[in-house]
């Protein structure tokens, strides 16, 4: 099933990233502050507008919920980097005008409904400035399901070993098909599964570079629990999702912090992974060991917190997680 949206999400997922990597290399990130305070570059627009076009164009009834909008760009002060973005977009999509790339972009602010789309056109947005590790997340829910995603990482090598070769992969898991990784330049694909022979302190932990994505403290001391001991991995975006499935790393966690106990996460920032995940043998739930709920708008409003693991770990993880809030 989903054989056509999946050719489609790849060869959109595949533009986005040649787009993305034409701006890093041409140092062109020029960066915006969103209301929220978050970055925002130009590489963000342009590849929200080539994916959106490409969904538009082949699954015009679906509704797409992205993270960005064109509003910032209706200020007159924005003007000429609306014009570097749509010169980007025409170098994918020749006959694109800036009033294009404006009504692609805006096709992000669709809701959520029984079959959508959801989109993060650069997640890891500080990585890329960084020129680390990001993704472009793309994922199909239908019943509040994810039923397809795509993770494109650009900065990511092929092999993990060797880390300064081969660089930029394509996680593609469809349900009950399994999870693939497939090389961005060359005729190279491979079936992923989770590690799930590691135990104690072999076991690896991955979290963001950016320490307020989750509460460091209770991740440690989980983990001590656990038995670990080796130095955690860090690494941008929902990349972090690819390295749990490839087996580069057992456990991924989100921990609210305290001070945002209340906060819910965006279905854009892990619906993709999350499959990427399960379909390569592992368990991605919340805290609380629920399902995540694409099914309510665009944050997990009924999920706290975030578990990625190889699955033979989790049930441990969550029973250390209930038995620390006791």
Known sequence: MWKIEKQ???????????????????????????????????????????????????????????????????????????????????????SATPEDVAAWIDRGNGQVARRYWTLDPIDGTKGFIRGDQYAIALALIEEGEVKLGILACPALPFHPEQPNQDKGVLFVAVQGEGTEMISLHRNQSVS?????????????????????????????????????????????????????????ADLYLRIPRPENLSRRENIWDHAAGAIVVTEAGGKVTDLNGNNLDFSLGSKLTNNLGIVASNGAIHNQVLSIWAKSRN
């Open 192 to 248: 992923v599964r989770v590690n799930q022979e590691q135990t104690g302190e072999k076991l690896r932990l991955i979290e963001s570079v950016e320490s307020a994505h989750s509460d460091r403290a209770k991740y440690r001391e989980l983990a001590a629990k656990l038995g670990i001991t080796q130095t955690f991995l860090q690494m941008d975006s929902q990349a972090k999702y690819g390295a749990v499935a490839r087996g580069q």
């Open 8 to 94: 489609m999400a790849i060869a959109a997922a595949r533009v986005a990233a040649t787009l993305c990597e034409q701006v890093r290399a041409q140092q062109d990130e020029q960066t915006l502050q969103k209301a929220d305070r978050s970055p925002v570059t130009i590489a963000d627009f342009g590849c929200q507008a080539v994916i959106c076009q490409a969904l538009q164009t082949n699954f015009p009834d679906d509704p797409v919920v992205a993270e960005e909008d064109a509003l910032i760009f209706k200020q007159p002060e924005n003007k000429s980097r609306w014009e570097q973005i749509t010169e980007y977009v025409k170098s994918q999509i020749a």
